[in-house]
């Protein structure tokens, strides 16, 4: 059986539902139970009637800003949370897929971040993500941890809703353009990371390990806002006209500086499964047109 942690959310939620496509066994959770309470994790681990094979953790504190005024709930969340995951999932002989962030890295490199990169966070969020990954490889030998990047879904906040929603609203609208970077449908992650499941359970040799896992291509914020204009009218999920402009990461300030090219290298994860990974440009049309698909009549 399979413990998903976080199911509610946005990379949670399409996991599930490919879990009950494929009618694999799982039990899924979110805030009910508390991660950060290790006694509390190893107890429901062991009250399961059936055993669990695989821990899957998609929960996380992923409020980049607010994090570095909430760094201990951030810590407890993605440090002390992952480490409390693995203990329970080493306990019980169980193997763990957990979720992690390009914010692992600073940005400043000049080609696709690779896994034995080292990293260098330079926000409480990256920093704290990191923490969790080096946590679980230091507790649990048989964890696969899975870096991602530029998340979005229809399940949850992120750009591409919140530039549809913003595109309704608004004649113009700035988009920063010196950040770079691959967006990654939560549909196609969770079809790999089911994938990784099946290949291990199939017996397939698997590494553990860390995986870099976004969809092809890179592309910066402001071409992805135009890109998805374009084809959003298209579609008719916007329905007015909205432009769209360009401007530097300065004229927004923030608290913490978001990586300016978190490019992720994707070439270790097809080689263990044998996949090739879609297009940025081709998934971001699949989303919308599912979108279009479920809108009202």
Known sequence: MIWLIGAQGMLGTELARLFETHRMEYLGTDREVDITDGETLTGFTKNQPKRISWIVNCAAYTAVDRAEDEALICSRINRD??????RAARGIGA??????????????????YQEDDAPCP???????????????????????IIRTSWLYGAYGKNFVTTMLRLMEERERLAVVNDQRGS????????GLMLRLITSVEDGQAVPAGIYHVSNEGNISWFDLATEIYREARERGLV????????????????????????VLDKSKI????GIEIPDW????RAFLETLCRNRPQ
């Open 183 to 190: 967006p990654t449908w939560a549909h196609d992650l969770a």
């Open 239 to 262: 329905t007015h006209d909205c432009t769209v402009y360009p401007c530097t990461s300065a004229e927004f300030p923030a608290k913490v500086t978001r990586p300016a090219y978190s």
């Open 122 to 144: 330079i926000g409480v969020y990256g920093r704290t993500k990191y923490e969790g990954e080096q946590a679980i490889q230091r507790i649990h030998k048989a964890a696969y």
């Open 281 to 284: 440009k081709f998934s971001l």
């Open 95 to 112: 193997k763990v897929v957990h979720i992690s962030t390009d914010y692992v890295f600073d940005g400043t490199s000049r080609r696709p």
């Open 81 to 86: 949370g992952a480490a409390n995951i693995a």
């Open 270 to 273: 097809k080689a263990a499964l």
